[in-house]
């Protein structure tokens, strides 16, 4: 069982700013993480994938995975409004199956 | 292309009633998944799919639950006798194989109440 855990927020920053999420899991041999969005009433979307250690940047979103530590963090620059959602952090070990965090809820204020 | 579709978007429903809910994976994916997300909580497995057999439906909660694919693409999940606790966001994804770097893509979900 990969047990996930993320920060447990809400979070809210200030537009502009950097919004940080963290998320930690169990299973060591877990080798795939995935950062979802999800709006309110929406589905999950896939903002980054990263598989190695190290940084991953898209944009505005920075994923960062330490693997020794068994942690994965997102970082969001530049925080807009638009951002306001709740991020899930998922992992994947050598199956199919995706374990998610209950995700964090961010704010960003105009 | 088209993504992965999911129907209806919405079911109400009284205890005790079967309901259908339908996925449509993206064309190509060979994996499928159906997830549940109750209020305010992380999704929850239930079951995968690779091709039109379950290797894995550990994550159905009862027997009440079932669910098939057929000619490798469109899955249905059956709840049968439903009761209250059985609300939820029903998810659907699929993948192109089933592999630990293949991304998850989801569907819209079926907004499930049963009064």
């Known amino acids: 069982q990969k047990e996930v855990e993320q920060n447990s927020g809400p979070l809210s920053v200030p537009e502009g700013a950097i919004a940080s999420l963290n998320c930690t899991y169990s299973?060591?041999?877990?080798?795939?993480f995935f950062w979802y969005r999800q709006y309110s009433g929406k589905s999950p979307e896939l903002i980054m994938s990263?598989?190695?250690?190290g940084d991953k940047e898209d944009g505005r979103f920075t994923a960062q995975l330490n693997k020794a530590s068994q942690y994965v963090s997102l970082l969001i620059r530049d925080s807009q409004p638009s951002d306001s959602a709740t991020y899930l952090c998922?992992?994947?070990?050598?199956?199919?199956?995706?374990?998610f965090g209950a995700g964090t809820t961010v704010t960003v204020r105009a | 292309g088209a993504g992965v579709s999911q129907s209806p978007s919405n079911k109400v429903t009284e205890k005790g009633k079967d309901v259908e809910l339908r996925c449509d994976p993206i064309?190509?994916?060979?994996?499928l998944y159906w997830y549940r997300q109750s209020l305010g909580q992380g999704l929850e497995f239930l079951i995968y799919?690779?091709?039109?057999?379950?290797?894995?439906k550990s994550g159905l909660p009862s027997d009440r639950f079932s669910a098939e694919r057929t000619g490798g693409s469109v899955s249905t999940l059956t709840i049968q006798r439903t009761q209250q606790e059985d609300s939820a966001v029903y998810l659907c994804?699929?993948?192109?194989?089933?592999?630990?770097?293949?991304?998850?893509?989801f569907g819209p979900g079926t907004r499930l109440t049963v009064l």
């Open positions: 994804a699929s993948s192109l194989a089933a592999s630990s770097g293949d991304t998850q893509y």
């Open positions: 299973d060591r041999v877990s080798q795939s």
């Open positions: 990263i598989y190695s250690n």
């Open positions: 998922a992992v994947k070990g050598n199956d199919y199956k995706l374990s």
């Open positions: 064309s190509g994916h060979t994996a």
């Open positions: 799919f690779q091709g039109n057999s379950a290797p894995d």
